[in-house]
């Protein structure tokens, strides 16, 4: 089984090439963390684990070195690739003010979100020294069709470093950053003088672009890194056939044989209609027509292909959710339910009037929650994972919607660890929202989101019409498409295949006597609740969680277990992290008056032969046994 070396990218930096054109890094969604002491110690910003770190969970970013951990107010597990670190130096140096820092969003109106969070926190010093750029082709270049019709665009924020911790907070919460993929396309193009600030973009006290030297293949007589052009010759005037020629080999490269830019919008309707469970099979999108849509297996003869939104990240599905239901209902508070995803619960507490959590997810905690809507009290909509995260919890979906169609808020569940393959939650939802890149792309190279509308909520036509209007863009890159279809196209099979291997871990930890709690939706106390929104032939998912009856022996175990370990779920092989550590490092009492114990050790399991993970199991259950 796989084992990795610490700070090395899971899966391993192993180059993916496209067609003629440049070797780019694997897009890795974890980083090797493979001993306890690694995990302690890179949530401590110990050097002899952050200098070791090649890569790490995307989305995300490390604070600078002159900044302490605990002043970022987000968990500093998650990196931006390093593809748009990169283009983010370049733009500050371009578009800034020295020691100026950028981050990098798809669309104008994305950066202009991330600054309005960091006008309203930062100092008042700091808001002079703000700025937005928006970049986007030069529509004056000769360029090729092809880059036309893609119109590639960047927005960056760029800001002081004493406003890093603020900058950062928005970039994590909300999934509202740029793929790693659309960093690297528009790099090069800028690099090439071919993207460039659109019109009145900049503000007064920017500096002016500086040239570049890009790429090789950018390097001729009369561009703009070589010798000025006479002030007589209008700039890139002679150069246009080249310039045309050479944009569209480049564009050609790589979309024209490896990712046919027609197939695109194809592979989003292919990739909206698995989600939708009216395409269970794998389809050729060369040729004939897609499935119809008659029927899926969500069970809501109204669900249609548009009801379907795609989003680069998980978590900016959850974000666009909640910003729909403000939209559509007022501002008013939130229920979080059930101890969430880190970033779920940021998001309600700071994008809105705030939110109440019940970390339980408990009878009880919808006992008091009933009791403050009967005196009055009304909310917006609740959240809810299903299973949570660690602790594979379900709530009370039934009960939840009971009191929802009296009490008149809305429900929004994430199926992320449960999946459609396995559980049918839409029905008692308005919104149901996905992060594709766990098990849905399973290849871990590739990240993207999803979020359902049903069609027979009370909410629809609001919803509906506010995401259409006010709030869906569809910023999710053609490239990261293209591999998302790719890779879900055995979504269903890898599933059955996950379920079995999980049913059958499980089974082994539940014997062993050092074990104290195993967490899975089968074994748990909630597991009637997950029964009943589970399919006929759906499992118990690919995610457990252990504790053992001491640390030493949860160390033992973790150390030696032979098999990948660091952040992320839901990946074609088997992950494990001690993920309480990772997620809640700075505030461990608090998550363990949930009942999230602080040693807490989470498996994701994967594809390998059912045996061959038993056995490793067993192993290191035995080192555990032997103690340290």
């Known amino acids: 089984m796989p084992s990795f070396a610490l700070g090395e990218s899971i899966p391993p930096d192993t180059a993916h090439v496209i067609a003629l054109g440049p070797v780019q890094p694997r897009k890795a969604v974890s980083v090797s963390l493979p001993t306890w002491q690694s995990n302690v110690g890179y949530e401590e910003g110990q050097e002899w684990v952050v200098s070791r770190m090649t890569t790490g969970y995307p989305r995300y970013d490390p604070p600078p070195s002159w900044m302490p951990w605990h002043e970022t107010n987000a968990s500093p597990s998650f990196f931006v690739h390093q593809s748009i670190a990169a283009f983010a130096r370049d733009i500050a140096a371009a578009h800034g003010q020295p020691g100026q820092q950028a981050m990098l969003f798809p669309t104008p109106s994305a950066a202009r979100r991330c600054l309005d969070f960091v006008r309203q926190r930062a100092e008042p010093d700091v808001l002079r020294c703000l700025d937005v750029v928006d970049l986007a082709l030069d529509a004056s270049r000769d360029v090729s069709p092809l880059l036309k019709r893609l119109s590639p665009t960047i927005s960056a924020v760029i800001f002081p470093q004493v406003a890093y911790p603020l900058a950062k907070q928005y970039w994590q919460h909300t999934g509202d950053g740029t793929s790693s993929r659309r960093a690297e396309f528009c790099h090069d193009l800028f690099r090439n003088q071919l993207l460039v600030p659109m019109p009145n973009s900049q503000s007064a006290h920017q500096t002016p672009t500086r040239p570049f030297r ?46 046919d830019l027609n197939l695109v919008e194809r592979a989003k309707s292919a ?174 190279n590739v990240m993207g989101g999803g979020a359902i509308l049903n069609p027979e ?88 969680s252990i504790v053992f009856n001491h640390r030493e022996q949860a160390q033992a175990f973790f150390d030696a277990m032979e098999i990948a370990k660091g952040p992320s779920l839901g990946t074609n092989f088997t992950l494990c992290s001690p993920y309480v550590l990772l997620a809640h490092y700075q505030e461990l009492p608090w998550a363990a008056q949930f009942g999230v114990d602080a040693d807490l050790i989470r498996v994701s399991v994967g594809l390998e032969e059912t045996e061959e993970l038993q056995a490793t199991f067993r192993k290191a259950l035995q080192a555990a046994e032997a103690g340290p």
């Open 214 to 259: 890009g790429p090789r293949r950018y390097q001729r007589p009369g561009s703009i890194d070589a010798v000025t052009p006479p002030a007589t010759t209008k700039p890139y005037e002679s150069q246009a056939p080249q310039e045309s020629q050479e944009s569209s080999r480049f564009v050609e490269e790589r979309f024209g044989r490896n990712l």
């Open 271 to 444: 990739i909206r209609r698995r989600i939708a469970g009216s395409l269970t099979h794998e389809v050729d999108l060369q040729n004939g027509p897609l499935p119809s849509m008659a029927s899926n297996t969500r069970g809501l003869h109204g669900l249609g292909e548009d009801d379907v939104y795609l989003f680069p990240a998980g978590m900016n599905a959850i974000f666009n959710a909640h910003r729909a239901l403000l939209s559509a209902r007022g501002h008013l508070k939130s229920v979080s339910f059930g101890f969430p995803y880190v970033d779920t619960l940021k998001i309600l507490q700071k994008f809105g009037p705030g939110c109440l959590f019940y970390g339980h997810a408990s009878s009880e905690d919808l006992d008091d929650l009933e009791r403050l809507l009967r005196s009055g009290q009304r909310f917006l909509g609740l959240f809810c994972e299903f299973p949570g995260n660690p602790l594979l919890i379900c709530p009370d979906l039934e009960r939840i919607r009971k009191l929802a169609d009296e009490f008149d808020f809305a429900i929004v569940v994430d199926e992320t660890i449960g999946t459609f393959a396995n559980i049918n939650v839409l029905p008692v939802a308005d919104i149901v929202v996905s992060s594709l890149t766990k098990i849905f792309s399973g290849d871990s």
């Open 457 to 544: 909520s009370r909410y629809y036509s609001s919803l509906k019409k506010a995401m259409d209007a006010e709030v869906y863009e569809d910023t999710y890159w053609p490239e990261d498409a293209v591999f998302m279809e790719r890779n879900s196209r055995d979504f269903l099979a890898r599933v059955d295949r996950i379920n079995a291997n999980a049913e059958a871990i499980c089974d082994i930890l539940r014997e062993h006597p050092l074990v104290r709690s195993i967490y899975y939706p089968k074994v748990n106390p909630s597991r009637n609740h997950y029964d009943a929104r589970r399919l006929p032939n759906g499992g118990y998912g690919g995610l457990l």
